[in-house]
DNA sequence: TGTCACATTGAAAACGGTTTCACAATAATG
DNA sequence: CATTATTGTGAAACCGTTTTCAATGTGACA
């Protein structure tokens, strides 16, 4: 059917291990055979199988980057950083998405088992620690923007407890003393860590937690709105609000707007992601960087090397984020 | 070093074979022989290797989405389109970014050449018609989203021609007859089709075509803002404006917003693909939506039928597109 | 009892490469 | 000139599966 190495030894009239040989640029070949098998190549139009050829060498060359969905847009500075550092190293990553299934991502890890891909690197994982823990025994498995508490796998992450902290800390600093949170109800670690952070905060400065200014929500635009709403309604509401994405500190902006409160003054917002659409607003608004790309660099980075270790390195690197000051904190 | 179906047919006391044909629930197995594979590969954790099976069979059941960068948050529904159709025959999709470079697409196409796919959709291509039909000859590739003139390759698509004068059209039709628009120089077949379709509905409606009513930006926000500012400083403003993307839409509101004009009635704006975010802005955008879910569900299911063909279909198929209307044409 | 169909099985070939190994031819060394 | 490296080469083993093919054992049937 297709065209293989036999048909282009048989061509350049040579053996197939010198097909191979000129194809893997190895030493040892004379240039007459590095001609034939060159034109050969070109005139039967050969493309080596790896299918063939990764059975052979046992590995692949590519890593799989597990995603929820497609559709968060700061996926894509991590997504980049990870293909750097692979590309640097021979690597390619290919990306598949779970959509919140933890069935599915179990069967997209089924291609790090079945060794159709070298290294697999979970962004928000599904699945729980101990299920997690036992995988990272026998494979190559990283987790990045997310951890899992009391998970022994190879993670490269912020210090979302300090972030939310710091979030705060800066609502606090611009002499607002009721700050609300909006959070979310299907909790993920980051979140968990970042309402923690926000309860250091409020700590750090003798501020007493109220319940009344925790309110948990979804993920949407629309949970931030509702959030804003329910705050607006009470009888002392808060004065400053710190939502754990900018998604839904978007949403809640959108509320106070349409209410006509003074944003960055009556009212102050600090999302966290800086996506990028958050520039898009008016008023711009104010957040906490993640370094995405960095993140993303750095898990691959170390992925490789485990792959190579005989005893792999599964700590938890923390890397450091930033807040961005724009004019929904007056700034 | 790992485990194999030789170790398997070792601890089970049977053939390789037989327990292949264990595994792939062949008939005509005895009972005994299930039950003793079965535990054997429980025992030993045994997982088939990809690498192997996908050799003999010369097949990997795996199709590449190629996309440009993971941050148009569109692609999402299309990929999960993509992915229902390839799933329910048992296909995986996997995802891999250009970020724009036809020479990085040209080597993701190498996992096709090289059999490491078996499929691959692309969804907007860097690379020009000729090259692509040369590859399709040969190869099982698809486009989707984004057709090219002279390209013979199967394609699912919407017809953006009529579209744009759909959405022209409606503007005229609340009444406007000045009419701007905002498109980019870095031109894909798309934005072509749709300012070719903004030409159609200035004619169908007896309206002169006015250069200085055509921008040409980039495909960011601040590019929408620029274009706007563009036309509020001719001494005969457009009344509407139709953007060949909602990013770019929101920036002009962005700018118009800012300068105290009343969108939906002084000034109407009109977008292009409803993306996730259209609905967050005060005031809402009104836009085009495509059917982004059918369009991936239907590239996929016409290109594993063309795997199997022996004549490949290569069709352009163009589906339904409609109009979403909202706040920003006064709706 | 002999023949036939059928269920179950294992040995071996096949898939398409890479790599080891042995060997010949040549070049370098004493 | 005899020995030793060095270079270039091809035959064959190998990677881990699936599948073909032939062989065995069993029960049914005439």
Redesign the interface.
């Known amino acids: 059917m297709s065209v293989t190495i036999k048909d282009v030894a048989k061509a350049a009239n040579v053996s197939v291990a010198t097909v191979s040989r000129v194809l893997n640029k190895k030493s040892n070949v004379s240039e007459e055979a590095i001609q034939a098998v060159n034109s050969a190549v070109e005139t039967l139009?050969y493309?080596?199988?790896?299918?063939?050829r990764?059975?052979r060498k046992?590995e692949?060359r590519?890593i799989?980057a597990i995603i929820a969905?497609?559709?968060q847009?700061f996926?894509?500075d991590v997504?980049?950083g990870m293909?750097v550092a692979a590309f640097a190293q021979n690597y390619?990553?290919?990306?598949?998405?779970t959509?919140d299934d933890p069935a599915h991502e179990m069967h997209?890890l089924?291609?790090l088992?079945?060794?159709?891909v070298d290294g697999a690197v979970l962004l928000g994982p599904k699945l729980d620690a101990a299920t997690i823990n036992a995988l990272g025994e026998?494979h190559n498995i990283a987790m990045c923007l997310e951890r899992l508490d009391n998970c022994n796998v190879l993670t490269v992450t912020i210090d979302n407890v300090k972030a939310g902290r710091d979030a705060v800390n800066y609502l606090i600093r611009k002499g607002h003393k009721k700050i609300g949170l909006i959070t979310t109800l299907q909790r993920s670690q980051s979140s968990i860590d970042r309402e923690i952070g926000y309860k250091l905060a409020l700590k750090d400065n003798g501020i007493p937690y109220n319940e009344e200014y925790v309110y948990f929500g979804g993920y949407e635009?629309e949970q931030g709105m509702r959030g804003c709403e329910y705050f607006m309604h009470l009888p002392s509401p808060p004065t400053a609000i710190f939502s754990i994405s900018d998604?839904i500190a978007?949403?809640a902006m959108?509320y106070a707007?349409?209410k006509g409160y003074r944003i960055g003054k009556d009212l102050i917002f600090m999302g966290f992601d800086n996506i990028?659409?958050s520039?898009?607003?008016?008023p711009h608004l104010s957040t906490v960087e993640q370094p995405c790309y960095a993140q993303g660099k750095l898990v691959i980075e170390k992925l490789i090397e485990n792959m190579k270790a005989s005893n792999p390195d599964h700590s938890l690197y923390t890397l450091p984020h930033s807040l961005v000051l724009r004019e929904s904190t007056g700034d």
Chains 1, 2 share one sequence.
């Open positions: 139009g493309s080596p199988s790896f299918l063939g990764d059975l046992s692949t590519r799989l969905s497609a559709d847009s996926y894509s997504i980049r293909e390619d990553v290919l990306i598949a998405t959509h997209l089924g291609m088992f079945s060794r159709a026998k635009t998604i978007i949403g959108n707007l349409s990028q659409y520039h898009m607003f008016v």
